[in-house]
């Protein structure tokens, strides 16, 4: 079990620098509420909502991309690395430069206008270091990827703990998250491969036949991902703004485990497929469904019992609202959990094609949905559209993958998790109205217990991952 240990320690590394990112970045994001109060933090959600969409619109995948194209035997992988990151540099400039300017066409006040030509800085160094993030998940060490997070909370934490204490103010705050982004990226470079300016021609179709049916799948994913964020902002005031946006920074945490946890296993997968390996094929994609619902599940029955305390704990008091937000929303994990398994594995197998129309259709769905709910149900009309459209991405990309890879996924770890949810969240219900970090820890506890009893994981795993020294991957991997 050469592999499943390999990938455990790589996964517990990304845990381990996530669970300590993520305790910086909620600490931060504390700071940054109680700081900047409701309507201020509404204008910041406002202008990095904007900058999100756009981000994510010019995505095209290459992280994705990178990671496949280096997981096949076809071209050297310093060619591949060049030739990626320079399409990325190209791409990053056109549309973090066009941004800020279309931005000035909206109807908000100039301190959040001057915020987004900020926070462009920011999600530009992310967009170039998407490069290095897709060559440390294909070589399975995500130590400088997980420690340059890291750092950059921790520039982050202390550059919004400096600006609070001497109320700098709010274009302040916005100059610190652009700080912590460029410490992550500049880590990262200095950390991964030299790469230089190359624009190789073979690697450049390569890229652009695999990257152009998953770059239009992202821009459409762009419409109903961000969307709201988008559009809510012209309808409703700025503190519906914030609480909207500070339930999703929360589950938000959620929703990058996954991502997270498919972006170690696909370059496996990939593999796997792209040699014929049918058996491993399969019991990577098992791998996949079972990590993903173990996570997911038990997330979504907490945050449903505890979605108020949650957000007082995190944001404060003056967030309390913001609890009717994350409980509402939390039912899109179920579609995100089929959404992440299920479109990775379909990039794994090259049928990006066949899922386009889902991306489209959803899209559609969505924008339509949004244009027309937000302006009557505000806030609420948001949540209904957001969760239609994971379930419809979730459920569409379950069926193209079966149909195609011919390979069904078991069920039984997902009835014992189910079980094992259901037996943590009695346990949390009866104790949420102590302090949170009770039912927190019996609830994990509780959940921890039952998954050994019905060996959702087996001791042998536990064994093995304990296991000091880990073992190189066999060869195929």
Not at 97 to 103: D, G, R, S, T, Y
Not at 158 to 185: E, R
Not at 373 to 398: D, K, Q
Request: with cysteine.
């Amino acid at each position: 079990m050469s592999l499943t240990r390999t990938l455990a320690h790589n996964t517990a590394l990304q845990i381990a620098g996530k669970i300590i990112s993520t305790l910086l970045g909620l600490i931060t994001f504390g700071l940054m509420t109680r700081s900047l109060g409701t309507e201020q933090f509404g204008w910041y959600i406002t202008a990095a909502g904007f900058l999100q969409f756009v981000g994510i619109f010019s995505d095209f995948g290459f992280v994705l991309v990178v990671s496949n194209l280096l997981s096949e035997p076809k071209f050297k992988q310093e060619t591949v690395l060049n030739t990626t990151f320079t399409w990325r540099l190209i791409t990053a400039t056109v549309f973090q430069l066009v941004a800020p300017l279309l931005f000035l066409f909206f109807p908000y006040p100039a301190p959040v206008k001057i915020a987004v030509g900020i926070l462009t800085v920011s999600f530009f160094a992310i967009a170039l270091a998407s490069i290095c993030t897709g060559y440390f998940r294909t070589k399975l060490t995500m130590m400088p990827a997980t420690l340059g997070e890291v750092f950059g909370r921790a520039a982050l934490l202390v550059a919004v703990a400096l600006f609070a204490y001497g109320h700098y103010g709010f274009l302040y705050m916005v100059g610190a998250v652009t700080l912590g982004s460029l410490v992550t990226t500049i880590y990262q470079f200095l950390k991964g491969p030299v790469v230089k300016l190359q624009i190789d021609g073979a690697v450049s179709r390569a890229m652009f036949y695999k990257m152009w049916p998953t770059a239009l799948s992202i821009i459409f994913n762009a419409f109903y991902l961000q969307g709201d964020r988008v559009i809510l902002p012209l309808y409703v005031s700025a503190t519906e703004v914030a609480y909207y946006g500070a339930a999703y920074r929360v589950l938000d945490v959620v929703i990058q485990i996954a991502a997270m946890m498919m972006g170690l296993i696909m370059p496996l997968v990939t593999y796997a497929w792209s040699r014929g390996l049918k058996k491993e094929f399969a019991e990577r994609c098992q791998l996949s469904f079972d990590l993903l619902t173990f996570l997911l599940l038990p997330s979504l029955v907490g945050i449903w019992i505890l979605a108020t305390p949650i957000m007082v704990f995190v944001a404060g008091r003056g967030f309390a609202p913001a609890g009717a937000i994350i409980r509402s929303l939390s039912i899109a994990i179920v579609g995100i959990c089929f959404g992440q398994t299920f479109g990775h594995l379909a990039l794994s197998i090259n049928r990006q094609k066949e899922t386009l129309w889902v991306f489209i259709v959803d899209a559609i769905l969505s924008l339509a949905g949004y244009l027309v709910f937000i302006p009557r149900y505000g806030v609420s009309g948001a949540i209904g559209v957001t969760i239609f459209s994971e379930m419809f991405a979730g459920v569409c990309l379950l069926g193209i993958f079966l149909y195609y890879a011919k390979v069904a996924p078991r069920l039984i770890t997902l009835g014992k998790t189910l079980i094992a949810s259901f037996g943590m969240g009695v346990v949390v219900y009866y104790l949420r109205a102590l302090s949170l970090p009770v039912p927190i820890a019996a609830g994990g506890a509780t959940f921890a217990i039952l998954a050994l009893l019905f060996k959702i994981i087996s001791p042998n795993t536990i064994r093995e991952v304990l296991v000091l020294k880990p073992v190189a991957p066999k060869a195929e991997v």
